[in-house]
């Protein structure tokens, strides 16, 4: 069994991803057309990178960093929100590109399910020249938020950080993401580039999208064929833990009462991997994971609670 999947080294995470601003739009009946929809509006620090190193920090990772790219817009505010939190950011700033906003169009339903207009701005220029091999110094794990892949620059700097953690030791972890920038990439084309990871953390869709299977169950089988473990994210189903062509566990998701779904995936795998550098099992990271989820949906954007935050 690969050790360093499975147990943490009491070090830091680092995280490289995305850094963007969500707009928050939930309204209880359906979109009218050519008029107005009452919604309740906010606008709250997001991206899924930015995302999963908060959630990590607020479930324990004592050390958590974040490598993203912003516009000069709102750097100062992404920065003390990331800060706030328990990240240590390091944020360029861009000197051509706003940053990325996200309208979050989130439904009044039970479930609370989202619909995503994505500007990505700065956040996927991140290129091999914002990268240093000293950030992995003193780092248990890498993770590298799948958006990073769907432009060429941020593309090539996460193969870069790919590189220098397989050169070091580091496991690495990935979310896909985004089953509808996934299409738009390519199925082969993200798992040419993903042979290199230690762990696969991808959602019920994603799972079915890069296998071509209906079942998540044969799906998470499926991919952990090609990865030394997979956990897919199953929502209100819960999560499945997979190695080596088979299903281990099933563990179940907690109970919540969904207000907004946003960055419920990006709160397991914050969770989940905050659990690995701790020394917990896989099947107890997602069971940690699944917790932090179902927290994530009972509150409004994709970030834990921190003093000042509301």
């Known amino acids: 069994m690969d050790e360093s999947v499975t147990s943490g080294r009491n070090g830091a995470l680092l995280v490289v991803g995305d850094v963007v601003t969500d707009?928050?739009?939930?309204?209880r009946g359906p979109l009218a057309t050519g008029t107005d929809t009452v919604a309740a509006i906010r606008m709250l620090p997001g991206g899924a990178g930015a995302n999963v190193a908060c959630w990590a920090a607020h479930t324990g990772c004592a050390d958590v960093r974040l490598l993203?790219?912003?516009?000069?817009?709102?750097?100062?505010?992404?920065?003390?929100?990331l800060v706030a939190a328990g990240v240590r950011p390091r944020l360029v700033v861009d000197p051509r590109a706003a940053t990325g906003t996200v309208i979050c169009l989130v439904d009044g339903g039970a479930a609370a399910e989202r619909t995503f207009l994505t500007d990505s701005g700065a956040s996927l220029r991140?290129?091999?020249d914002d990268w240093s091999d000293a950030m992995l110094d003193g780092v248990a794990r890498l993770h590298l938020s799948g958006y990073l892949l769907f432009s060429e620059p941020s593309r090539a700097l996460a193969a870069v950080a790919l590189a220098a953690a397989r050169a070091r030791?580091?496991?690495?972890s990935m979310d896909p993401a985004s089953a509808g920038f996934l299409v738009e990439?390519?199925?082969?084309?993200?798992?040419?580039?993903?042979?290199?990871?230690?762990?696969?953390l991808p959602s019920r869709d994603e799972a079915c999208?890069?296998?071509?299977?209906?079942?998540?169950?044969?799906a998470a089988a499926k991919l952990s064929r090609l990865f030394p473990l997979v956990v897919a994210k199953s929502g209100v189903r819960g999560a499945l833990v997979a190695r080596a062509g088979n299903v281990l566990a099933r563990v179940p998701a907690a109970p919540a009462t969904p207000?907004?779904?946003?960055?419920?995936g990006d709160a397991f795998t914050g969770a989940f991997l905050a659990a690995l550098v701790a020394g917990a099992d896989p099947e107890e990271a997602a069971a940690r994971g699944c917790r932090a989820g179902a927290r994530a949906v009972e509150r409004v954007g994709g970030r834990p609670p921190h003093p000042g935050s509301n």
């Open 185 to 200: 990439l390519g199925v082969d084309r993200f798992l040419a580039f993903a042979e290199g990871l230690d762990v696969l």
């Open 68 to 81: 993203g790219r912003v516009g000069a817009d709102s750097a100062a505010w992404h920065e003390r929100e």
């Open 259 to 264: 207000r907004d779904s946003t960055g419920a």
């Open 209 to 218: 999208l890069l296998t071509g299977l209906s079942d998540p169950a044969d």
């Open 23 to 27: 707009v928050v739009a939930r309204h």
């Open 126 to 128: 991140l290129e091999p």
């Open 169 to 172: 030791g580091v496991p690495v």
